[in-house]
């Protein structure tokens, strides 16, 4: 069973940063495509970032330019850099690894 742990939200101030982390067990992250996706109250979950396999990544617009996807194989982790937070970005942020494993979520709230 794999296992996938997100960690690193918080409470921040409106123009703040965060970093978010994807842990997941075992290996899988190294050879799977991965993704951060959020959900606010009463709207939709929305995929955020992703990175393939290989490196490339995609954003969603609303992110562009504020937020950076990475990875470490090595520690089998996925990061989020989230700059120049605003309200709007206040949700619970999945990871997904393979688009078949989640994690709990964690929670990011962006207010002064």
């Known amino acids: 069973q794999v296992q996938v742990v997100e960690s690193g939200g918080g409470l921040v101030q409106p123009g703040g940063s965060l970093r978010l982390s994807c842990a997941a067990s075992g290996s899988i992250i190294s050879i799977s495509g991965v993704g951060w996706y959020r959900q606010a109250p009463g709207k939709q979950r929305e995929l955020v970032a992703s990175i393939a396999r290989g490196g490339s990544t995609n954003y969603a617009d609303s992110v562009k330019g504020r937020f950076t996807i990475s990875r470490d194989n090595a520690k089998n982790t996925v990061y989020l850099q989230m700059n120049s937070l605003n309200p709007e970005d206040t949700a619970v942020y999945y990871c997904?690894?393979?688009?078949?494993?989640w994690g709990q979520g964690t929670q990011v709230t962006v207010s002064s």
């Open positions: 997904s690894v393979g688009g078949a494993f």
